[in-house]
């Protein structure tokens, strides 16, 4: 099993930045993917950004030239750079694994991101 540990959340003001950690123990030499996801109230959680163990990286649309994701295999750590902010991107963020062909694997407890206008 893979333990995730989400940090970095804050409250922000719009245009403003912030950076999320994910750090992963247990059986990472089974993870292929790494994922930031968000769900706000209300809504249903939604694929942010994810990145594979050879480094190719997938964004929204909505986040496209705001976030940036990256990982640190040595620290075992995927992160979510997030500029720009806008009040949308208020949500509880996760972050989750995938070993290569396989589904995601359990949720942590998240991290809140608050953008205020």
């Known amino acids: 099993q893979v333990q995730l540990v989400e940090s970095g959340g804050g409250l922000v003001q719009a245009g403003g930045s912030l950076r999320l950690s994910c750090a992963a123990s247990g059986s990472i030499f089974a993870i292929n993917v790494m994922g930031w996801f968000r769900q706000a109230p209300g809504k249903q959680r939604e694929l942010v950004a994810a990145i594979t163990s050879a480094g190719g990286t997938h964004y929204k649309g909505f986040v496209k030239g705001r976030f940036t994701i990256s990982r640190d295999n040595a620290k075992n750590t995927v992160y979510l750079q997030m500029n720009n902010l806008k009040p949308d991107d208020t949500a509880v963020y996760y972050c989750?694994?995938?070993?290569?062909?396989?589904?995601?694997?359990?949720w942590g407890q998240g991290t809140q991101v608050t953008v205020s206008s």
């Open positions: 989750n694994q995938a070993p290569a062909g396989g589904a995601w694997g359990s």
